[in-house]
């Protein structure tokens, strides 16, 4: 598995995203730089942790690369689809069915049961319901709360929330697990734990992008992409060296 | 996404916040059901009294004075006899008229019966024509040219003891003179009157032309003085009413001595029973409007109520929206999520104040004592308006919703 930042930049079918240059400005009274030209591929079935001080543009990263936002300048590709280039109803659809995104507050939805909220990128993806139920119960099983489908998310503690974010992540079979501080709001045991169910999707062969700013978390990935001030700072491979870019 | 999607997950929603949604929806209950409410009165209150006059005058044409500029088939009746016994001849001559009910009033003082005496400023003179075998309680209509009474049943009551068939009244006229009458005949209405008089029946004493009724008038065509008459019924079968109508006006128009009789900006006129419906229902109806139209400014309010509870709702709920566009929603089903909602809410009071609305209509036709008629167009209004309302007033939120950023409503607390 090698971390290509400059060599990911033309086009590889093994990999699930690709940036080219990508930099991101905000006019915010004066203009802000997010992203100062950011090149980097996630290649299929790899694990990759996004580090890096707040405000280095790693959040930018995570929006531009789960297709909730477009770059200013340079290219955004994932699943083959240029995110810049297609209509905010196509991003819709490649976030519901492409990106699975798991997030550091769970963003459960409160009235809907473990199995529903599992379910729920299907209903947009227009799903049948029987269809959805039985994936989400599947998947609920895979993570470990079989016997908690029918539950509210407030019925539930954090790191089983957790779970069934991940759950959802995973339920329309996405080509790419997008997780944001998933260990954040959860004691570190029951974090500790979260990391072991994304060790498991890791080997089942899906490709993950996780951001965090702790290291041990960091570390649980195969390379750790370190950002500074909208910049890739280096790329550390973890199966024994390190590289600088 | 699928409708039926946007519908469960619309409802879940609704029933979340129950009371909110309840009085939301009570709101507009209100407001549709008092157009319902005041709808259906109205229509009530129109088919009771048209159908009064359609029921028990759709054989006559009546024929009276009015002023001539009256265009909208009023019934503003000038007194004036001007409708003499040639007149009444030849308009009975008319075909397809069985009958022409000549109909005057004689001044009096009072009526007596027994010991008891009532003050009566006026009495009905007119002929046996007038009497309707269906309408007849008691004995029998008078005969012409003798000294007998019919009343109607509620001048029959007016004494201290009812009047019945066979009792002695003494009739005081104007200039201290009396008669002594016997009654013939109680009846519940008669063939000449005009519609009018049936629904808002008063007190009537009828008396035959020959001998009380004395005003006369000079007639123009034969020179000679005769009985002349304010109003004349024409009586004819209901088919051929408007023929009739025709032939009656014709004849006013261009040979009657009437024309020539009437007071100096009135005119005769030929106007049928119908007629008379036509303009009662244009009064009730107008009426009906002006007050469904305040009723309506409850609707207003309930949709502003919806508006609001929606708009609070969006705003609640900034983040959920954020995760469903994570997780795949177009703007496109956001934006029905919401239509959808408060299109639901709308739809549940509508459908919930069809109920209330009719029920109390009926309790007010009850209370009014008139025959309860639904207005099925009014109500399907209603309903329409109130799905109607609540989509409407779900667009600006619903558009607030899609438009939400997905990015911002993720980190929105």
């Not at chain 1, 798991?102 to 269809?131: H, I």
């Amino acid at each position: 598995m090698t971390a290509s930042s400059d060599a990911g930049a033309t086009a590889d079918h093994d990999d699930v995203v690709t940036l080219a240059d990508v930099r991101k400005t905000y006019d915010v009274g004066g203009t802000v730089e997010a992203l100062a030209g950011v090149s980097l591929s996630l290649p299929t079935g790899s694990y990759t942790a996004v580090m890096g001080p707040s405000g280095s543009g790693k959040s930018t990263l995570l929006n531009l690369i789960g297709a909730l936002d477009t770059p200013t300048a340079g290219r955004v590709a994932v699943a083959g689809e240029e995110v810049s280039a297609v209509s905010e109803r196509a991003r819709a659809a490649l976030r519901g069915t492409e990106i699975g995104f798991v997030f550091q507050t769970f963003n459960l939805l409160a009235r809907l049961t473990a199995v529903e909220n599992v379910g729920l990128p299907l209903v947009f993806a227009g799903v049948p319901r029987a269809e959805r139920r039985d994936r989400a119960r599947e998947l609920l099983a895979e993570v470990g709360l079989g016997d908690r489908t029918d539950h509210h998310p407030t019925e539930l503690s954090g790191g089983q929330r957790q779970r069934v974010a991940i759950a959802r992540a995973l339920v329309a079979d996405p080509a790419l697990v997008l997780a944001d501080e998933p260990t954040g709001n959860v004691d570190t045991e029951t974090g500790s734990r979260v990391l072991d169910v994304f060790d498991r999707l890791h080997a089942a062969g899906n490709t993950i992008l996780l951001v965090t700013h702790e290291r041990h978390v960091a570390e649980r990935a195969d390379r750790i992409v370190h950002v500074r001030d909208g910049e890739l700072e280096r790329i550390e491979t973890l199966d024994g060296g390190e590289r600088c870019d | 996404m699928r409708l039926i999607e946007s519908v469960r997950i619309a409802w879940r929603s609704i029933r979340s916040h129950r009371l909110r949604s309840a009085l939301t929806v009570l709101g507009l209950v209100i407001g549709i059901a008092s157009v319902v409410v005041f709808a259906t009165f109205g229509a009530s209150i129109e088919a009771e009294i048209v159908g009064d006059i359609e029921g028990s005058s759709a054989s006559n044409v009546y024929v009276f004075a009015t002023p001539a500029d009256d265009e909208d088939g009023g019934f503003d009746q000038v007194v004036q006899p001007a409708f003499t016994e040639r007149d009444v001849e030849a308009l009975a001559s008319l075909p397809g008229v069985t009958a022409a009910i000549p109909r005057g009033t004689v001044d009096a003082n009072s009526l007596t019966h027994g010991e008891d005496t009532v003050a009566r400023q006026r009495v009905t003179a007119t002929t046996p024509a007038t009497f309707d075998e269906d309408r007849i309680v008691a004995g029998r209509g008078f005969r012409s040219g003798s000294a007998e009474v019919v009343l109607n049943e509620r001048a029959a009551r007016t004494f201290a003891e009812n009047v019945t068939v066979g009792d002695r009244l003494t009739l005081s006229l104007s200039g201290n003179q009396t008669r002594d009458l016997r009654v013939v005949g109680i009846v519940n209405g008669t063939a000449g009157g005009l519609p009018v008089s049936d629904f808002a029946e008063g007190s009537r004493v009828y008396v035959p032309v020959d001998p009380f009724y004395r005003t006369v008038v000079e007639s123009p065509s034969v020179g000679v003085r005769q009985r002349a008459y304010p109003q004349v019924t024409v009586v004819t079968d209901p088919t051929g009413i408007e023929a009739t109508r025709t032939a009656v006006a014709t004849y006013l128009d261009e040979e009657s001595d009437a024309r020539l009789l009437v007071p100096a900006g009135t005119e005769p006129t030929a106007r049928t029973s119908g007629d008379f419906a036509a303009r009662i229902s244009s009064v009730i109806d107008r009426v009906t409007r002006f007050v469904t139209g305040v009723a309506v400014i409850g609707l207003v309010v309930g949709a502003i109520g919806i508006a609001n509870i929606m708009l609070v709702s969006v705003t609640e709920r900034t983040r959920e929206i954020g995760v469903m566009k994570a997780v795949g929603a177009r703007n496109r089903d956001v934006l029905v999520l919401f239509l959808v909602e408060s299109g639901l809410l709308g739809a549940v009071g509508a459908v919930l104040a069809l109920p209330v609305g009719i029920g109390v209509g009926y309790a007010a036709t009850r209370y009014a004592e008139v025959g309860f008629t639904l207005a099925p167009g009014w109500m399907a209004t209603a309903v329409g308006v109130g799905v109607a309302v609540g989509v409407l007033a779900g667009l600006y939120p619903a558009w607030r919703a899609a438009r939400v950023d997905p990015i911002d409503a993720l980190r929105y607390e």
